[in-house]
């Protein structure tokens, strides 16, 4: 089945170390995205990649990093930089052909720093 | 600065009733807009609008956009208590042609039997 896969589900971590989240997609998507979701908050977004080996900043970049090493991964790390790391996490892709730019969504990752 | 806007942030109903959800938007190319469905983790797509007046239907879900008074409605109608979920909006606004969507707060339904 095609689709979005994020791991782990859940995500406990120490306050001072960094953390890597996994996005994983077979839908032969060019571009993924990170967001994160805040209680009250719309979904900001964190890094986009719209092809392989490249990515922008998004709103709130800072205190994230992201790699697009291959089409179908694009993982996201929390740094220690990140000021309130915890949130909910949700990837996602998109296609872009045929005027469809509808994205799809990962089930989330819900990080917990302490 | 881009922006969405939903109104209202949260809405209880009963069963039955009708709902009209609201998103207005203000952001400088506007590609499309699109309604999701947020229930326990990650949303799932309703709509995408890109014509101005054209409803689109699926069920008892429909929505409209008018990109002349830049706002999008989502109506609900017989509301069931699986219609209780968060509902995004989010508009496709692409700045030097890379991919942007800016996402409203939601509104929060919660739908009594």
């Known amino acids: 089945d095609g689709g979005i896969t994020q791991s782990p589900k859940y995500l406990f971590r120490k306050e001072g170390q960094n953390v890597t989240l996994s996005c994983e997609q077979n839908l032969n998507h060019d571009a993924m995205y990170w967001y994160r979701q805040d209680p009250g908050q719309g979904l900001r977004l964190i890094y986009y990649s719209q092809i392989v080996n490249d990515f922008q900043k998004g709103d709130i970049a800072e205190g994230y990093s992201v790699s697009r090493e291959k089409k179908e991964s694009f993982p996201l790390t929390v740094t220690s930089a990140q000021k309130n790391p915890t949130a909910f996490y949700l990837c996602a892709s998109s296609d872009g052909r045929d005027g469809s730019y509808e994205q799809y969504f990962g089930p989330g990752t819900r990080l917990t720093v302490t | 600065e881009d922006k969405v806007v939903q109104s209202p942030l949260s809405l209880v109903v009963h069963e039955g009733d009708t709902v009209t959800l609201n998103c207005s938007y203000e952001?400088?190319?506007?590609?499309?807009l699109l309604w999701y469905k947020q229930e326990k983790k990650a949303p799932t797509f309703l709509f995408m609008l890109?014509?101005?007046?054209i409803e689109k239907k699926s069920g008892r879900l429909s929505s409209i956009l008018d990109k002349k008074e830049l706002f999008s409605i989502l109506n609900i109608t017989a509301t069931q208590t699986g219609d209780s979920a968060i509902y995004l909006c989010a508009v496709d606004c692409p700045t030097s042609g890379t991919y942007k969507y800016i996402f409203g707060t939601g509104t929060r339904l919660k739908v009594l039997a």
């Open positions: 890109t014509s101005s007046g």
């Open positions: 952001v400088t190319n506007f590609r499309s």
